[in-house]
């Protein structure tokens, strides 16, 4: 506990006017801290010092920005610089004011700087015990983290080495030479990061102590979220200075293991004058607790009830926030829940920033000029505007780049040839193909932000935001103009760099999704939006309303809580063990900073499912919030899903179709300016979505009405009026629109509408699925693609956009097919003899030649992890009782009409008599209880019994890397629902029902993320 040494019944004007060392300010929100801060920072300043003299730090860029707005609006008098700053600005002055090493002060690597930088120099990081799990941008984007964590609690990577190799842990070890070697990348480009600056400055100021003098009053506001690096530089500055510092010790949400008091007692010395504020200036907000079916439920709730605050009770947006504990999974969905009630919000956060549409866009681009080889960016490319190929036309591309060979613009330009291409669609191939020749003849010559500039104009982004009359349009031309900085940025730092190593850098980055998702919240309010944003940059945030989602019980053990570890032994003063009791601590105070952002009210809601239609398992509220419950003697509302809410009535459809309405106009209107064969279709499309959207006006008019009439009567006599005033093409399109049966359907729910409302544009793409007679050919891998994302399905089985496997694909195919010429004849057969070892690693040597694997660190690791795997194998298969039958036999059988296809690894027969269906892995193992709801091994064993008449009763998956066998039961229940489970898919397939169904494990490995509309914002 902290010395309490004054009253807390303070006197305000005694604390502003504090003299004669150091003062430590401790308050809950609301009991003004800042205020204080910066009245001292006031009086300071009117007591004659000059501004330049006093550095008021804080944790964060939007807590400086927004101290930056009061003071410059209150100091009466000039001052040359405001020094109003985060940790590494505040190193970056030191260091600036004593002319110490200039030339790392304005070249800091940002955190996504760094991890381009390792993306693009993977070859020569060891990577034998850490696992890529199907995306490389996620594990270096966690070694950036960790590194980041490790530097400002000012552990270096000689000091993390050095403890790295008193540990047996093979992993550590590797992590510290990737430490070092990241240093030492980072040293090559002749720059620094944010944590070297810190250090750096504090170096300094132990080196020259008169470099201290440079400031006389050092400010320290939330000081609870600084880290020992920023702690140390702030006592060192202070040291022949004053300080005060204030803080919540309850208030840390970003301070490791939560270790916010701790933080605050470390600046308390015997000559602290410590006061705790007690006088609360904000009321307690009325708290209410919602209990909600899933997460779909719990997004439309939040974003009715804001609706309504919005339209009846004129509550400002920007003094409404959404605080959830994942912005790309909760604030995911409230973004879409926001969007069908046309609600303006903005999600906060780099995250957000790579998934809005334009910048997909301009990502998009900016891969395929790089690499044209780039299939699913020359996709949406070619699916968006300026191009906007329909689907079926895409298909067919895509089926040419593959049978022909040819990377997808090669395609394209064999596409025109194509007799089988309409001439429409070879219009938009060949403009295309002009902005690509274009805009490729400079990639390598041009500078990163005129290359970004330039690509922008040529494609007509901005032209096109410009037309689009939505609310969010000067957001996204802030985005649009963001990319641009990134690009400046980028040349700021690498002056010789070219657009092709920028493009290749922002990929990597935007991969991984950013790296700054701790991007803060506007403190100033956020252009009349309502913010949705990550529990953890809720600090310092003050609104009326706020929602605080998904308070599952579940939280407590998900990756959010995850800090990048430290060891113990490395810690540099005392903290919190990293252990239950920390993380339950930490979750409350992110809690109660999250409920204490609001004035008026906080809502704490949570979701028992996380499925759509309460599928999954069934989660409770978080402790901490139960008994907030509890305390506040207030009841559950439950909230279930709407299936038929906002989207459905006439108004949401009514948004909906004005938002659609614009981006045609647009469309249209662009095309007005060439010369294409299609250009007429295109108006008379425009303008019948523009009497659709009257349609819809008439009928919403026809309800205010209240006439008695049926809306098919309703429906009937609008469209008689509309069509007499109209040509025969418009009269053509308006009678084919489905619009009218959506309106009718009673069966609308969401999946429906989509489908409706694609078809109104889309010809089919029966000819593109995998048919056979009339059902759908189908595999075990089709079964688990579709069920975990229809939309992915389709573009990898439908579209079958050509992908370059990546290296782990390749090695795993490889180790596949090492095995299959090992047991098949060379050296073993199926009469259960096992070959000798050095057959097995000659398979390798042969396999590992011919896959074209080279040299690189990786490769080779990869080679060593697969003989040391092979070895344990060959070991395993020697002394094992079951004798394998067969190896790599395939299968098909009929399930209805449809078809199943697959081949199995490997079939043994077990002393008992019984078969055991085994199937090789080369990834992670799973444990039995996350293969539950796998499908794989159950339908080889119904294909066991159907195409082999064989009653196989085990199955085993064989995790070669690991050594490890896990089994899945293949009883008859199982097989039902097996059987159940893919003929429902193969109708879905049948039916083209490919809505996306994002979730973070399916997308977090999707290679198809760029294209995906479910995956922007
Ligand atoms: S990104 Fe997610 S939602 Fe989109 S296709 Fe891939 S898995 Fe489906």
Not at 495 to 509: M, N
Not at 537 to 546: F, I, K, Q, R, Y
Not at 590 to 611: D, F, N
Not at 862 to 869: E, N, P
Request: glycine share 6%; aromatic share 6%.
């Amino acid at each position: 506990m902290l010395a309490e040494t004054a009253l807390s019944a303070h006197d305000p004007a005694s604390l502003i006017s504090h003299r004669g060392g150091p003062l430590l300010l401790l308050g809950a929100a609301g009991t003004g801290k800042t205020r204080l801060i910066l009245e001292r920072y006031g009086w300071l300043v009117e007591q004659g010092t000059a501004p330049e003299r006093i550095a008021l730090l804080t944790p964060s860029a939007a807590r400086a920005d927004a101290a930056r707005a009061v003071l410059e609006q209150e100091l009466r008098g000039g001052y040359s610089e405001l020094v109003v700053v985060t940790p590494p600005e505040f190193a970056a002055a030191v260091l600036r004011r004593a002319g110490s090493r200039p030339e790392l002060v304005d070249a800091t690597l940002s955190a996504g700087d760094r991890l381009s930088m390792l993306a693009e120099r993977i070859d020569e990081l060891p990577l034998q015990h850490h696992d890529f799990g199907g995306n490389a941008g996620a594990l270096l984007g966690s070694f950036v983290r960790r590194i980041d964590r490790l530097k400002a609690e000012l552990v270096s990577a000689t000091e993390f080495s050095a403890w790295a190799q008193q540990q047996d842990s093979a992993r550590e070890r590797e992590f510290a030479a990737i430490f070092e070697a990241h240093d030492r990348m980072v040293r090559e480009t002749g720059a620094c990061d944010e944590g070297e600056l810190v250090h750096s400055a504090i170096k300094l100021l132990a080196d020259q102590p008169a470099s201290r003098r440079s400031f006389q009053h050092v400010l320290i506001d939330d000081a609870q979220e600084l880290a020992l690096g920023a702690a140390t530089l702030a006592r060192a500055v202070a040291d022949e200075g004053e300080l005060t510092v204030a803080g919540d010790p309850q208030g840390a949400v970003s301070r490791f293991r939560g270790a916010g008091a701790a933080r605050l007692e470390s600046f308390e010395t015997p000559q602290t004058r410590v006061v705790r504020l007690q006088t609360h200036y904000r009321g307690a907000p009325a708290s209410s607790f919602w209990r909600c079916e899933n997460e779909r439920a719990q997004a439309q709730a939040v974003a009715a009830e804001i609706e309504r605050l919005i339209a009846r009770e004129q509550a400002d947006p920007r003094r409404i926030a959404v605080i959830v504990p994942d912005v790309q999974r909760e604030g995911q969905a409230v973004a879409v829940a926001l969007e069908e009630r046309a609600v303006p919000h903005t999600v906060v956060g780099d995250a957000a920033f790579f998934q809005r549409a334009e910048v997909r866009d301009l990502l998009a681009w900016l891969r395929l000029l790089a690499d044209p080889g780039d299939a699913p960016a020359v996709v949406r490319a070619l699916a968006r505007a300026p191009i906007e190929l329909r689907s079926v036309d895409i298909a067919r591309c895509t089926q040419i780049a593959r049978r022909r060979k040819l990377d997808m613009v090669a395609a394209l330009a064999a596409a025109i040839e194509s007799p089988q291409v309409p001439p429409e669609a070879r219009e938009r191939i060949r403009v295309f193909l002009k902005l690509y020749r274009a805009c490729v003849a400079q990639i390598d010559t041009s500078r990163p932000d005129l290359y970004v500039h330039r690509l922008i104009e040529r494609l007509g982004l901005r032209r096109q935001q410009l037309f689009a009359a939505q609310p969010d349009v000067v957001e996204r031309l802030r985005a649009l103009a963001r990319f641009g900085e990134l690009a400046s940025a980028h040349v700021a730092r690498m002056p010789q760099a070219t657009a092709r190593e920028f493009a290749r850098s922002i990929a990597a980055v935007a991969d991984y999704g950013g790296l700054n998702e701790r991007a803060e919240p506007s403190l100033t309010g956020a252009d009349g939006r309502v913010q949705v944003l990550a529990l953890e940059v809720a600090g310092g945030l003050e609104v009326d309303h706020v929602f605080v989602l998904g308070l599952r019980a579940s939280l407590a053990g998900s990756h959010a809580l995850d800090s990048e570890p430290v060891p113990d032994a490395l810690l540099h003063e005392p903290l919190p063990a990293d252990d239950d009791v920390t993380r339950r601590s930490r979750l409350e105070q992110w809690l109660y900073v999250a409920a204490s952002r609001a004035r008026e009210r906080a809502v704490l809601a949570y979701a028992t499912s996380g499925g759509r239609g309460g599928q999954g398992a069934t989660d409770v509220p978080l402790a901490a919030v139960e008994q907030a419950r509890v305390t506040h003697a207030a009841a559950w509302i439950d909230i279930s899903e709407d299936l038929f809410g906002p989207a459905e009535t006439l108004h949401s459809t009514y948004r909906l179709l004005r938002g659609e309405l614009m981006e045609g106009t647009t469309r249209a209107a662009g095309r007005l300016a060439e010369l294409r064969l299609d250009t007429d279709l295109d108006i008379s499309h425009a303008v019948v979505r523009y009497l659709e959207l009257l349609k819809l006006a008439a009928l919403i008019a026809r309800g205010d009405a209240e006439d008695g009439q049926s809306t098919a009567e309703a429906l009937r006599d609008i469209n008689t009026r509309i069509e007499q005033a109209i040509t025969a093409d418009q009269r053509e399109i308006f009678a084919s629109s489905p619009l009218d049966e959506y309106l009718l359907d009673a069966e609308r729910d969401l999946r429906r509408r989509a489908q409706v409302m694609a078809a109104r544009d889309e010809p089919s793409l029966e000819r593109f699925l995998p048919m056979r007679g009339d059902g759908v050919m189908l595999s075990a891998t089709d079964i688990d693609t579709y069920r975990a994302c229809p939309l992915r399905y389709k573009f990898a089985r439908v579209f079958r956009i050509p992908q370059e496997p990546t290296l782990h694909q390749r090695f795993g195919i490889s180790v596949h097919q090492v095995l299959e010429r090992f047991h098949s004849g060379d050296s073993g057969d199926s009469s259960g003899e096992v070959g000798p070892l050095a057959d097995l690693l000659y398979q390798l040597d042969v396999s590992w030649r011919r896959g074209g694997f080279g040299d690189s660190d990786e490769e080779r690791q990869l080679r060593a992890k697969a003989v040391s795997a092979l070895t344990r194998y060959h070991a395993r298969a020697v002394s094992d009782t079951g004798r394998p039958a067969w190896f790599e036999r395939q299968f098909s059988f009929k399930l209805g009409p449809h078809l199943v296809r697959g081949r199995v690894d490997r079939v043994d027969q077990l002393p008992s008599g019984e078969y055991e269906l085994i199937d090789y892995k080369t990834g992670r193992p799973k444990s039995a209880d996350q293969l539950e709801t796998d499908v794989q091994l159950s339908l080889y064993a119904i294909a066991a019994r159907e195409a082999w008449g064989l009653e196989a009763t085990h199955g085993a998956y064989y995790y070669l890397l690991d050594d490890r066998k896990v089994a899945i039961s293949g009883d008859r229940e199982r097989a039902d629902w097996i059987r159940s489970v893919a003929v429902e898919v193969a109708e879905g397939i049948r039916a083209q029902e490919f809505e996306p169904t994002p979730s973070p494990r399916s997308c977090g490995i999707c290679d198809y993320r760029l294209l995906c509309p479910a995956a922007e914002c």
